[in-house]
Structures are given as C-alpha cells and as structure tokens.
C-alpha cells in the first residue's frame, strides 16, 4: 500500500519560512518523479515544483521561483521543499505527488499515480 505522508506545515509570518516534507513508503522511491502542489478552497490544484527520480532536474512555478527549492533524499525515501520569504498568498493546503514518469514542464495534477493528504500552510501578513 502507497503512503505518501506531509509533514512541517503551519501557521508562519509573511517573511518567514517553513520546510515541508513527504515521506514515501510502499513503493520504490527512487523510481518515481516527484512533485508539490497546492490547492486552496474551491480552487483547483496548481502546481508549485517538481523533481525528476535521481534529482538531477527540478521545475517551479513562476510565482515560486527563487523563494522555494524542491529536494529529495531518496536513501530516506523522502521529498523536501523549503520555503523562504513566503507571502499571504503561499496560504495553501500543500500536496506531496508521486508520478511514473517524469512531469511535464509546468506540472499536471492528472499525471500523478499517488497523492499524500496534505498539509496546511499559512501565512500571515
């Protein structure tokens, strides 16, 4: 059975910083490509950053970029993303996803296979 399970979010000041993790069991890691995503209510799933099986490649959404990086340990079989000068507007439930293959630029919440439950992020102004 695929777990895929968030931990590290919460409530932060704007300016401030949290890091996210995914930690990923009954599947083999290093074999799928990566990915956060985010969602807010009654707003569809975006994409925020993605990296490829061994971590050579990562990918972000331009609304993150330079402010979060997407890492992963695949000894530990778990994903990071650390998140530094965050906005009001980074106030998201945050997904871990786990794909097959490799995302295409940009992200696409249908090519995942499995999804963690998610971790709220909030930030105040």
């Known amino acids: 059975q695929v777990q895929l399970v968030e931990s590290g979010g919460g409530l932060v000041q704007a300016g401030g910083s949290l890091r996210l993790s995914c930690a990923a069991s009954g599947l083999t890691f290093s074999r799928y490509a990566m990915g956060w995503f985010r969602q807010a209510p009654g707003k569809e799933r975006e994409f925020v950053a993605a990296i490829s099986w061994r971590g050579a490649n990562t990918d972000y959404a331009d609304s993150v970029k330079g402010r979060f990086t997407i890492s992963r340990d695949n000894a530990k079989n778990t994903m990071y993303l650390q998140m530094n000068s965050l906005k009001p507007e980074d106030t998201d439930v945050y997904y871990c996803?786990?794909?097959?293959?490799?995302?295409?630029?940009?992200?696409?919440?249908?090519?995942?296979?499995?999804w963690g439950q998610g971790t709220q992020v909030t930030v105040s102004s």
């Open positions: 996803a786990a794909a097959r293959t490799n995302w295409s630029p940009g992200g696409h919440p249908p090519e995942a296979d499995y």
